[in-house]
């Protein structure tokens, strides 16, 4: 588990995809205080698994579904990333609640300053935009941040200076895939909400044994 609170920015050093899957190397710096082979890093909130280390960096196994799922194949040698170890058991909670799982990717539509922030307009599939609400939470790159408008098919976030000085977030041009990770609460809710549907479906009305079997 993250909060979506970067700790630096790392660089990949390595990136080999074999058909689908691969590794890849990635130079950092705070991220390797405390961490051992097995540990999870967070790369632009992918949650990946640390097989080795190394002086200066570490190297992590990427599977066929996170290369389907996030913007990891547009990736090159070279490029900079947010990275952030998972939550310790006594650590803030600064963000909020991220799996390190991606649900798929945006593109960024616009990028235009106001004052002493900048927002940053994404589009994405409606699939995504059903679990994106006002005020709520989005991860974007491994980043925690407030959805301050929503619309069909984007939604717009406001950067302040710390986040932009801190990640790689102010890089992003128009045109350019980011990861995106929905909050997980909503995913549940419309889980459920989609298990009632298919049990009305089934009956006339609520009934006694459905209000018991979700214990109301």
């Not at 974007?140 to 941040?145: N, T």
């Not at 479906?201 to 044994?209: A, D, F, W």
Request: charged fraction near 25%; charge should be negative; include cysteine.
């Amino acid at each position: 588990m993250f909060t979506g609170i970067v700790e630096e920015v790392g660089t990949i050093k390595e990136l080999s995809l074999s058909g689908k899957s691969g590794r890849l190397r990635i130079q950092a710096s705070r991220v390797l205080e405390g961490t051992k082979p097995g540990d999870s890093i967070a790369v632009n909130g992918i949650c990946l698994t640390v097989t080795e280390l190394q002086k200066d960096s570490f190297t992590a196994d990427v599977m066929a579904e996170t290369v389907r799922r996030s913007g990891l194949k547009n990736y090159s040698a070279g490029n900079q990333v947010n990275l952030e170890r998972a939550m310790a058991a006594d650590g803030r909670f600064g963000g909020h609640m991220v799996a390190g799982h991606i649900d798929g990717t945006g593109t960024v539509i616009e990028k235009r300053r106001e004052e002493n922030a900048v927002w940053l307009t994404v589009s994405a599939p409606m699939d995504i935009m059903e679990l994106i609400v006002e005020k709520g939470s989005i991860c974007i790159d491994g980043i925690s941040l407030t959805v301050a408008a929503v619309s069909k098919m984007e939604f717009c976030v406001s950067i302040i200076p710390h986040t932009g000085s801190e990640t790689t977030l102010l890089n992003r041009n128009k045109g350019e895939i980011v990861n995106l990770e929905t909050d997980i609460v909503g995913k549940y809710i419309k889980k459920l909400l989609g298990i009632q549907t298919e049990e009305k479906k089934k009956t006339s009305g609520i009934t006694m044994e459905f209000l018991e079997e979700y214990g109301i």
